[in-house]
């Protein structure tokens, strides 16, 4: 069955650092992968979007990589700071719809 | 990208009955989606609504528990029916946008729910 896995409920990085989030997925060949933030009582918002034929894609202190081979993409969020703390969910687009990951929460630690 | 505004943004329930959430969109866009999300959990694809025509329903979720409406490019409401406490969720409505070589769906607020 297809599955969407980011790989830690919850991360927690010191303010300065690189935060770096893992999407995995399985039986699934997505047209392209989307990144969003949630904060709570909110709903999602779009941070990136990334397609199947690019490796990277970068927005500020945004970047996000994906592939197809390995089935992941990783999000990183340099010089990461405390307005960075939310969940972030991955989502795959494929079949004429969008599925969602499990979120990771991360918190930047001052 | 559109805005949406979702209403209502709270509710408490008691079991048995239903709620309808309502999303209004600033724009005319073709497809909704309504999504819902259970607690601690990622969210889940209720069904998606086009104007003109009936709502296309996920595995799991049917319409008499679900039932949608889509009477304009704008407007869009999905009913929670004959709720009980499993029906405990945040329900949200999305709708997709394309940019200069980008898409993304802006959602709604969302709508958290709880049925005693």
């Known amino acids: 069955s297809q599955k969407i896995e980011q790989n830690s409920e919850a991360l927690n990085i010191q303010e300065g650092k690189t935060a770096t989030l893992t999407c995995n997925y399985t039986?699934?060949?997505?047209?392209?992968l989307q990144w969003y933030r949630q904060d709570p009582g909110r709903g999602p918002v779009f941070l990136l979007l990334i397609r199947e034929n690019e490796k990277e894609k970068r927005k500020e202190r945004l970047k996000v990589t994906f592939d197809t081979t390995l089935k992941q993409s990783l999000f990183h969020i340099t010089a990461s700071q405390p307005a960075d703390s939310a969940t972030y969910l991955c989502a795959l687009f494929g079949n004429e719809k969008l599925t969602f990951g499990t979120g990771t929460r991360l918190t930047i630690i001052p | 990208s559109a805005v949406i505004s979702q209403k209502p943004s709270r509710d408490i329930c008691q079991r048995g009955t239903s709620l309808t959430i309502q999303c209004q969109v600033d724009s005319q866009v073709t497809m909704m989606f309504w999504y819902r999300q259970q607690p601690g959990q990622s969210l889940t694809l209720i069904a998606t609504a086009n104007q003109g025509s009936e709502a296309t329903y996920e595995s799991g979720f049917v319409i008499d528990k679900f039932p949608i409406s889509r009477p304009n490019l704008t407007f869009s409401t999905l009913t929670v029916s004959n709720m009980s406490p499993e029906d405990s969720s945040i329900y949200l409505c999305?709708?997709?946008?394309?940019?200069?070589?980008?898409?993304?769906?802006?959602f709604g607020s969302g709508t958290r729910l709880t049925v005693v």
């Open positions: 039986n699934y060949s997505p047209a392209y």
């Open positions: 999305s709708v997709p946008w394309a940019g200069v070589g980008d898409y993304g769906y802006t």
